[in-house]
């Protein structure tokens, strides 16, 4: 096992700079996963790390070896792709075997780590199909495997889940945790998905254009984002964001709420807007009169999307199955601790 360190790190394509000096220090044996939209810059961070891609300056350090210049077969660690990358024409087993039999690894030991990796992953009887004999599932499994029986000081997973179905994913997610937590191998993880993001990782990190936006827990992004990207992409549904001046068109806040000067944005999230009068027992700082035009069931609750005056989308959870109706006009309110305010430049203030 192996803390891994990156010192402004930067990755440029002719003129083009992908990454742009990050530095990230990743603890020993933490899960840590990288989440942001497509083209962000989350992959290639990944891929540095693993060697598959050169950087163009700073530093990147497993344990404490430098490994700038490293061939990845060298770094001591293992990737999962989403592809699962399997031999189709090699068993599980030897799919397993491939990578410790180039490595000369002793056959006694290869048996043992593969029976251990088999065990673990509850794959022990498929150990003789060959990989279109198994379901997406299995053969995920199987390429976790591969990645275990090296006993890596890292792991490396590049989006493993997005070829499953929901839930399929929703069981994978939790059996790699488990896996995780059992081995303690520090593990970087990339995914698109903020569910995986949330429900996996110790820390997350949101990488946005190349940067990183915000490091911290999933609860700690998720009651304190740093920026108003981080406040969208981390939520589902994301928060709502109001641009509001010192005229506010649309909603009103209470004249002893604290706002800057000119431009902000006000965020407020769809499970803090309550219809009643107060919430949680709590007077409204915030109100806000939506003309409702979309309601969305989703068993425990639902899902209300109106429009305010001023045309700004606005989107409240309420309990159970709606009363409302398509084209009702309603009332809803926040109380002060549920407010997000940020600056013009999108940047948090309280």
């Not at 990190?205 to 911290?216: D, F, H, K, P, S």
């Not at 219809?275 to 035009?293: E, H, M, N, S």
Request: with cysteine; glycine share 10%; charged share 25%.
């Amino acid at each position: 096992m192996a803390e891994i360190t990156l010192n402004n790190v930067r990755k440029s394509y002719g003129t083009v700079e992908a990454i742009k000096g990050v530095s990230l220090d990743i603890a020993d044996g933490e899960f840590v996963v990288l989440v942001g939209p497509s083209g962000c810059g989350k992959s290639t961070l990944l891929r540095m790390i693993a060697g598959l891609e050169g950087i163009t300056g700073g530093d990147i350090l497993i344990g404490s070896r430098r490994v700038n210049d490293v061939e990845p077969a060298e770094r001591d660690i293992a990737m999962v792709f989403q592809n699962y990358a399997l031999y189709p024409h090699m068993t599980v087993r030897q799919n397993l075997a491939y990578g410790l039999k180039n490595r000369k690894t002793p056959p006694a030991e290869i048996e043992r780590r593969i029976e251990a990796a088999a065990g673990t992953l509850e794959i022990a009887q498929y150990l003789d199909r060959k990989p279109r004999q198994l379901s997406g599932g299995q053969r995920q499994r199987v390429a976790m495997g591969r990645a275990i029986v090296r006993e890596p000081a890292a792991f490396l997973f590049d989006e493993p889940l997005s070829n499953l179905d929901a839930k399929l994913r929703g069981q994978m997610r939790i059996e790699i945790k488990r896996l995780q937590r059992a081995l303690g191998t520090t593990s970087v993880y990339v995914t698109h998905d903020q569910m995986e993001a949330m429900t996996l990782a110790d820390r997350l990190v949101v990488v946005n254009a190349g940067r990183i936006e915000q490091v911290g827990t999933p609860l700690e992004l998720y009651e304190k984002p740093a920026t108003t990207f981080v406040a969208t992409f981390i939520g589902s549904p994301s928060m709502n964001l109001l641009e509001g001046t010192d005229t506010d068109a649309g909603w009103s806040l209470s004249p002893d709420v604290p706002r800057p000067e000119g431009r902000y944005t006000l965020g407020v999230r769809p499970e803090d807007l309550h219809l009643a009068a107060a919430a949680d027992g709590k007077p409204f700082v915030f109100q806000a009169t939506a003309r409702i035009d979309g309601i969305e069931l989703v068993g425990a609750e639902s899902l209300l999307h109106g429009k305010l005056a001023d045309g700004t989308d606005l989107v409240f959870r309420v309990s159970g199955r709606s009363r409302s109706e398509i084209g009702e006009t309603v009332t809803v309110g926040a109380s002060a601790d549920a407010l997000h305010m940020f600056d013009a430049n999108g940047q948090r203030l309280a």
